[in-house]
């Protein structure tokens, strides 16, 4: 069969992957099953932990369409391989929308007779998502939902709002499957088989199963326990977090809600496909799946997918009608989100009228919704890319490379001393098994698990521990600004109304009897998406200040007033009696008839909720008795200007605007509009939000403060002194952003903001940026250029970077390089930016309050919440602490979990030397380290070290100094090499010194090398033994390095345990000190006063105390040369690199230190203020000179 070209499944999405399909092969299979047969299932394992290995090998390549099995691979960095076998499935059409089918029951029933009759479709899972075989486009694809078919707005409303038969039900059902996030427990054996066969417990089975082979029972019955327990720990740890998500996921999501078939009938979440019309019920509900309004309002909280606690109001999805092909869009989850109910989120109430219930059109099912977008990325959750682990396997491979030289040593020395082949093949597999440590992973993880701890203690949760690591890099911080940087609540400073075209002077509040009546105050009153939960106002903080500050009531109809009427029954606002005028004297009867006439009240008809996108929000309101409806409109001031009637903006607009955004206030605007008496509630309830939105006339502006938080100032300083860059990234205005950055010292005050503003192509011309300082802004005549030593910042709007994004790619690399504030910036445009900051090399942490922030949260190397909610699921850390002073923390404990790392890391790389050292110098003599000598190693000494030697805490403050972000740096390969050399320095001379003594000779049960007084203090039994040594491991050599080796471990891990700059001293780590001096106590007690008992169990004898002595000697200068030598690597060793690098000329490995370098000598960066820069457009085929899309032009 011909090989076709490579699948793309998942096109230009996170998960993407290359797709090929295979057809299995026999005679491979069985070629196969007979080397798994050779080699005693070591093969098959192989092939488990490969499956690219497992399919190539036992099938053969065809197209896809034919498949029986396909094998995927990730198109990101990691590269991942997957395999899944292709099944096929009998259905009566391909189309799950198609609604010409027959009865699908009938399909089930008679299947044996209807085989010939139903179409086979093939389909694969992989990650809980079924890929169908689609024939038009020749791949596999995912069944979304209704999206898939592209609706418009209108189509929703028309075709799928009189909900689906129960036979288009049941058709649907077996494309899409039952709607439930199924979060299955695996038992603990199919756990403990997935645990067992990984490639580390392999390699501890093979080192047990060997020591055994070789009589070292008790070692290796220590190491099946550590195992064991290893392996209890993680089954308990995994079980315990898939039993929580089960949990987590299935307490809401099997409910029972109501239908649209025929009639409304009752029916399980389960039941519920693409398509359906359910009914919210009015006292609220978990929403089972993702759905679309069609009719009524709600009150949502969507805690669980955004941590934003402010419960939101959703209104049905607008209904342009048929006229209408301009407005019509096609329906998107993203772009109509304020119409969507999301799966998981919480209906608090529900708003609806009599005849007409709340109804919401299912769009997503199961793991297609947003909640099952989010447990899909926990269940199978992208591996951690960080260089510390890439390092980590490089320099294990550096450990089996010498471990295979040791090998072949060996075994040469064996043949040569001939040795028995049984006794060559176990020495010589024992060097391996010496050389990479066991005991690795758990130590490596211990220094995560003391700094998650650490972490909880001051109130940040982590449900990502492998980031805190990547945290200890971070150089660059975004930063959200309202709730993040500045108070969540916003104080009204005062309002500036307009009146034909002209600014009033500013007024501190509008709470006043002649502004009661004024369209200013109507707006403020009833532009916003407020609700009573509880008889409490909830909504929106600014929308809450701006409502608190009219005085105003607001009024919501219960459940019966609105059952009673025939219309909905709006939400009413009225003034306070004290702000109105006072009403004429009357007689009873003309008062009664007045009544309603004197009330003065406004009943909000329509809301078109605030939108990030927009800018904005608006609402259709009526005065009481009056016939015509208003529309209000409320946002920032720049669109809502752009959206009034010329003659009603006053002229020194901008000035006005610029005068009090740079003094860091928050402006909103307010517009108006007399609608046209033809629109009648009905029609309002369906008319389109541009239609509604245009020709306003601008009322004036809101001034709100918002004040930087107490800790703002100095948290940022401190990141400023440790030279980690911070960006600010808002939804704001850019002035204020501005004003608000230069306030808390982001920008110092003698720098200059530079302002990109870039327009998109038109009417043929090139896209541009202009280029102006943020002081002046409308002025040419400031100073022409900046000096290269002098420091500026790029500031832009959210527009602007869109178009740099797309028409200035290779500029955009050089903006973000001084780039500091990012204003107006949509939810998805920061994590662009993130991504951006990413694409230079720089470690990005993002802080947010969790409302707009989730993708950049996610996307952040570090992404911290402050959102109050523990259970933050968007960010991989939740602050308790709603400050941004959190951050310094985090970086703290990340540097302090990395130099652990590294610590623990080389210690255990220098543990395992030394212990190979040890073995290789006694092979030469044909011996070896006893039993009980390899136990109190590894057991007492090593495993006791290295989980005490991780509890040292941060240090207290950040320094500008950044620790390493590999194992394969300079400093540190060069302290590992010459520790190395100095350990088998010291061995050497011990191994051959003992050798060259007088007393010496080759031990036996009878020798006696000890003086007879040490002889009569030993007692009789000392040398009692007179069984033969069969591995000859009673000796002068293995005694004399037994000693010196077991000091040389302690000696590394004092030498490697590193404090200040980024950790505590080690002596303020009391258990770490306590276990070196005890375990020093014990050596020197058991070298100088030998107790037989000890000695007998270690395996160790007897040798003269002046031996002692000089072994003693050796101990001492060993520590005084390594400590000496780590301390001149410390003070010099990156000065000496970096002078050779140098003398190298060597480019910076980081692109953004290799950009500064360049634009350092360009003399056109940065931009002058008279300068334009404009896009080029390169003919195809013909790229632009100097790789350069861009060219500079003075303004005219």
Known sequence: MEKEELKIVNKDEEDEMELQGYRVCRWRVAVVSLGVLCTGGFLLLLLYWMPEWCVKATCTRTTVREAEVVLLQSTDDFKRWFLAKVRVMLAPGRNPFDTQIKKVSALVIFAN????????????????????????????????????????????????????????????????????????????????????????????????????????????????????????????????????????????????????????????????????????????????????????????????????????????????????????AAYSMEEHKRHTLFCGTHVIQTRFYSGELVKAVVVRTGFSTAKGQLVRSILYPKPTDFKLYRDAY???????????????????????????????????????????????????????????????????????????????????????????????????????????????????????????????????ATCHSLTNIDGKLSGDPLDLKMFEATGWILEEAT?????????????????????????????????????????????????????????????????LGEKRMDAYLKGAPEVVASLCKKDTVPEDFAEVLEDYTKQGFRVIALAHRRLESKLTWHKVQNVNRDQMEANMEFLGLIIMQNKLKAETSGVLQDLRRAHIRTVMVTGDNMLTAISVARDCGMIPPQDQVIIADALPPKDGQAAKITWRYAD??????????????????????GKSFAVITEHFQDLLQKLVLHGTVFARMAPDQKTELIEALQSVDY?????????????????????????????????????????????????????????????????????SIIQYISVTLLYSILSNLGDFQFLFIDIAIILLVVFTMSLNPAWK????????????????????????????????????????????????????????????????????????????????????????????????AIVFSKGKPFRQPSYKNWPFVVSCIGLY??????????????????????????????????????????????????????KCLSWLCCRRRKVPKARYMHLAQELSVDPDWPPKPTTTTEAKHPLPGNPPENGSSYQIMADS
């Open 113 to 328: 007779i209807l085989i010939s009759f139903s179409l086979q479709i093939r389909y694969f899972t992989l990650h809980s998502t079924k890929y169908y075989w689609n024939d038009e486009v020749h791949n596999f694809e995912v069944l979304t939902g209704l999206e898939d078919r592209e609706v418009t707005c209108s189509t929703v409303h028309s075709e799928h709002s009189t909900g689906l038969t129960s036979n288009q039900q049941e058709y649907r059902r077996l494309f899409f499957g039952v709607n439930e996030i199924a979060v299955k427990v695996p038992s603990v054996f199919k756990l403990l088989i997935k645990e067992v066969l990984n490639p580390f417990y392999i390699f501890q089975l093979f080192s047990v199963i060997l020591w055994s082979a070789d009589e070292y029972y008790y070692y290796a019955a220590a190491i099946v326990f550590m195992s064991v327990i290893s392996i209890a720990t993680s089954l308990y740890t995994i079980k315990k977090q898939y039993v929580t998500l089960h949990d987590m996921v299935s307490a809401h999501s099997i409910v029972r809600v109501s239908v649209c078939r025929a009639n409304i009938e009752e029916a399980l979440s389960t039941d519920l496909v693409p398509g359906d019309v359910m009914v919210i019920p009015s006292n609220g509900t978990i929403m089972p799946c993702d759905a679309v309004l069609i009719s009524g309002t709600c009150i949502v909280n969507e805690s669980m997918l955004t941590g934003e606690s402010v419960p939101v109001t959703k209104t049905n999805l607008p209904n342009p009608g048929e006229g209408d092909k301009e407005g019509d």
């Open 394 to 524: 490089l320099f294990l491979l550096c450990l089996v490379a010498i471990a295979g030289i040791g090998f072949v040593y060996s075994i040469v020395l064996s043949i040569m001393n001939n040795v028995p082949a049984k006794t060559i093949i176990i020495e010589s597999l024992d060097i391996i098994t010496i050389t990479v440590p066991p005991a690795l992973p758990a130590a490596m993880t211990a220094g995560i698990v003391y700094a998650q701890r650490r972490l909880k203690r001051i109130g940040i949760f982590c449900i990502s521990p492998q980031r805190i690591n990547i945290c200890g890099q971070l150089n660059l911080v975004c930063f959200d600004k309202t709730g993040t940087l500045t108070e969540d609540g916003l104080d009204l400073w005062g309002v500036q109304r307009v009146e034909k075209g002209t600014f009033h002077l500013s007024e501190e509040n509008a709470y006043k009897d002649t502004l009661v009546k004024s369209q200013f105050v109507a707006c403020m």
């Open 559 to 623: 459940e019966e007033e609105t059952s009673l009427h025939n219309r909905i029954m709006p939400t009413v606002v009225r003034p306070p009696k004290q702000l109105m005028p006072p009403e004429p004297v009357m007689s009873p009867e003309q008062d009664m008839e007045l009544y309603d006439l004197s009330a003065y009240e406004i009943g909000i008809v329509r809301q078109f909720p605030f939108s990030s996108a927009l800018q904005r929000m608006c609402v259709v309101a009526r005065l």
């Open 776 to 797: 002046n802004p409308t002025s040419h005549c400031v100073r022409l250029y900046l000096d290269p030593q002098d420091q500026y910042h790029f500031a832009m709007s």
């Open 843 to 911: 470690f990005v942490g993002m802080c947010g309050d969790g409302a707009n922030d989730c993708g950049a949260l996610k996307r952040a190397h570090g992404g911290i919440s402050l959102s109050e909610l523990e259970a933050s699921v968007a960010s991989p850390f939740t602050s308790r602490t709603p400050n941004i002073s959190c951050v310094p923390s985090l970086i703290r404990e990340g540097r302090a979990a990395l130099i652990t790392s590294f610590c623990v890391f080389k210690f255990m790389a220098l543990y």
């Open 957 to 1052: 403050e950040l320094v500008s100094r950044r620790p390493p972000s590999g194992l394969i740096s300079g400093p540190l390969l060069f302290s590992v090499l010459t520790q190395i050399l100095i350990c088998l320095g010291f061995q050497t001379i011990a191994f051959l010194w003992v050798r060259h003594q007088a007393w010496y000779h080759i031990w036996t049960p009878q020798s006696d090398a000890c003086n007879s007084s040490l002889r009569a203090n030993l007692g009789p039994e000392h040398n009692s033994s007179e069984e033969r040594d069969d591995h000859n491991i009673k000796n002068y050599e293995n005694t004399s390095l037994f000693y010196v080796s077991s000091f040389q471990y302690l000696i590394v």
């Open 1081 to 1134: 106590i014990f050596m020197f007690f058991i070298m100088f006063y030998p107790v037989s008992a000890i000695d007998e169990f270690l395996e160790i004898v007897c040798v003269p105390f002046e031996w002692r002595i000089t072994l003693f000697f050796i101990i001492i200068v060993n520590a005084a040369v390594s400590v000496l030598v780590e301390g001149g690597i410390d003070l010099w060793g990156a």
